[in-house]
C-alpha cells in the first residue's frame, strides 16, 4: 500500500510542476529588461517596463474592451438559454424533442472548434442572403456564436446540480399549492443558484479565450484579445504578451481565492442551518 | 391554468431547442449541402444547389470537393497524422492524468479541494498565453535550451520547436486538466471496502488495482479520453504556434481551404470527413456523458 501511495503522490507533485512551470517563466520574464525575452538581463531587471508597453498599447486594450463586452452578453444570455435547457433535461421528465435537445446541447463541448467556426459562419452568409441580415460579421456575429458554445457549459453545470437534489421539496411546494412559476423561482432557482453562478463565469472565460471560432465569425474592425494576441505572438515571443498574461494569471487567481473563500463560507452556513433543524426536529 | 402550465413547461424545452436549431444544426446542413458544390467566381462563391437544366428545375450534386480530397495525398496525410497525434496525446494525458486523479482522490478531505484547484486554476487563464508560454520555454534560444547548456549537458540547442514533440507538450499541457478532472470524479466513489477485502483475501497493491480500481474507473477512463482525443484531432492554434510547418493538421487544412485559397466547397468536405470520423466518438462521449449527469450506472 504504501509504496504507490508515494508513487502517485511524486506523479502529482511532478504534475503540478509540469502545469505550472511555463505559467511561471511567463510571470519571471515579464519583468526583464531585454527584448529577448528567454535571455535575463540581469543588469537592468526587474523592470516594469513591458506593462507600461502594454498599458499604452491602443490596439490591445480596443481588443480587451471588445472581448469584456462580448463575453459579458454572450455569458448572460447563455446562463438563461443553458438554464432553461438544464431545467428541462433535468426536470421535465421525457417530453418530445427530449432526446434532439440532450443530443444537440452536449455537442459543441467536443466539437471541433474549426468545425463550429465554419458552420456558424456560412449559416450566417446564408441568413444574410436570404433575410438581409447579418450584414456582414462583426461583434453580433461573435456573440451569437459565443452564446451558442457557452450554454452547452452552463447547461451541464445546471443540470448536474439539480441532478443532485430529488424534487421533493418542489413537489412538497406544488402540494402546497404554489403554482409552477412560484415554486421555480422560490425553490428551484435558490437551489441552482451556485450553479448558474459558476456557469456565468465558465461562460464568460470561455467566450473571453475564444479565437478559433471567432476568427471565423468576426469581421473586420472587430479583432476581439485573443485574435490580437495569436496575429502577434504567430510570428515570435513579444514580452508586452508576458506582461499580459501576468495581468491575466493574477486576476483569475484572485477571482478563485475569493471564490473559493465565499463557497467554504456558504458551506459552513448550509451545515449550521442542517443542524439547527436537525435539532429544532428533535 | 392547466393550459398554461403546459405551455410554460412546453417553452421551457422550446426555447433552447429552437436556438440550437438554428445555430448548431441549421449550420452543420448548410455545410453538408455546400460540400457537395462546385467552387465559382461569384458571392456566395459555390454553386446553387436547385439549378435550371432546360427550363426545369434540377438538383445539383457534385462530389468533385470529395473527390479532389482523396486524390490529393496532403489531405490523406494531414488526416491520419492528425489522429496519431490525438491518440499518442490522448494516451499520455492519461499515463499523467490517471496518478493525478488517484493521488487527489486519496488525499486527505482537507487538502483535495486546494488540489482541485491548483488543476482548475490553469485551465482559468488563457489557452492561447499557456500554448504561447511553450514557444519562450522550447525555442533555440528558450528556457529550457539554456538551462541544458549553462550545465553543460548539450554543446548546441536542441531542436524543440517545430516538432511533433512540440505538438505533443502543448496538447497533453493544455488538456490535461479535462483528463483528471472525469477521472477523478469516478475515482472518488470508488467503495475503498472492495480493495481492503482484496488485501485480505491475499492480492498484492498492483494486482488489487489491476482487477478492482482499474476496471471500476473505465467510465472515468473513457470520458476523459474523449474530451481529450475529440478536440484533438482538430486542434488548430496548438500546431499553428507549435507544430511542424512541413506536416499539417486536418483543423488547420480546413482553415486554410476556407481562409487562404477560398474554397468553400473543399473546406467543407474537410468538415463533414472529419465529422465523419469522430461522429462514433462523439456518440460515445454523450452517452457517457448522460449516464454521468443521470446517475444512471
Known sequence: MKPRGLLTRVALTLGLVFLYVPILSMIVFSFNNSRLVTVWDAAHSPTLKWYGVLVHNEQILTAAWLSIRIAVTAASAAVVLGTLAGVALARLGAFRGRLLLAGMVTAPIVMPEVITGLSLLLMFVALGQLIGWPKGTGAVTIALAHITFCMAYVTVVVQSRLAGFDESLEEAAMDLGARPLKVFFRITLPLILPAIASGWLLAFTLSWDDLVITQFVAGPGSSTLPMVVFSKVRFGVTPDVNALATILVLLVATGIAISTVWMRYQQRRRERDLQLAAAANL | ?297
Open chain 2, 1 to 297: 391554468m392547466r393550459l398554461s402550465q403546459a405551455m410554460g413547461r412546453r417553452l421551457i424545452a422550446a426555447v433552447p431547442t429552437l436556438w440550437l436549431l438554428l445555430l448548431f444544426l441549421i449550420p452543420f446542413i448548410i455545410v453538408f449541402r455546400i460540400s457537395f458544390s462546385e467552387v465559382r467566381l461569384a458571392i456566395p462563391p459555390y454553386t446553387p444547389l436547385l439549378g435550371w437544366h432546360h427550363g426545369a428545375p434540377q438538383i445539383e450534386v457534385h462530389w468533385s470537393a470529395y473527390s479532389f480530397l482523396f486524390t490529393d495525398p496532403m489531405y490523406v496525410s494531414s488526416y491520419l497524422y492528425s489522429l496519431k497525434v490525438a491518440a499518442v496525446s490522448t494516451l499520455c494525458c492519461l499515463l499523467i492524468g490517471y496518478p493525478m486523479a488517484y493521488a487527489i482522490a486519496r488525499s486527505g478531505p482537507a487538502t483535495r479541494p486546494l488540489l482541485l484547484m491548483l488543476i482548475v486554476l490553469p485551465f482559468w487563464t488563457s489557452f492561447l498565453l499557456r500554448v504561447y508560454a511553450w514557444i519562450g520555454l522550447l525555442k533555440n534560444n528558450g528556457v529550457i535550451n539554456n538551462a541544458l547548456l549553462s550545465l553543460g549537458v548539450i554543446d548546441h540547442p536542441l531542436a524543440l520547436m517545430q516538432t511533433d514533440f512540440a505538438v505533443y507538450i502543448g496538447i497533453v499541457y493544455s488538456y490535461l486538466p479535462f483528463m483528471i478532472l472525469p477521472l477523478y470524479a469516478n475515482l472518488e466513489k470508488h467503495d475503498l471496502a472492495l480493495l481492503e477485502a482484496a488485501a485480505d483475501l491475499g492480492a498484492r497493491p498492483w494486482r488489487a488495482f489491476l482487477s478492482v480500481t482499474l476496471p471500476q474507473s473505465l467510465p472515468g477512463i473513457a470520458a476523459g479520453s474523449l474530451l481529450v482525443f475529440i478536440p484533438a484531432v482538430g486542434e488548430y492554434v496548438i500546431p499553428t504556434l507549435l507544430g511542424r510547418p512541413d506536416q499539417l493538421m486536418i483543423g488547420r487544412v480546413l482553415s486554410d481551404e476556407f481562409f487562404e485559397n477560398r474554397d468553400w466547397p473543399v473546406a467543407s468536405a474537410v468538415a463533414i470527413l472529419i465529422l465523419l470520423l469522430l461522429i462514433v466518438p462523439i456518440m460515445v462521449f454523450q452517452r457517457v456523458e448522460r449516464r454521468q449527469l443521470e446517475g444512471l450506472p
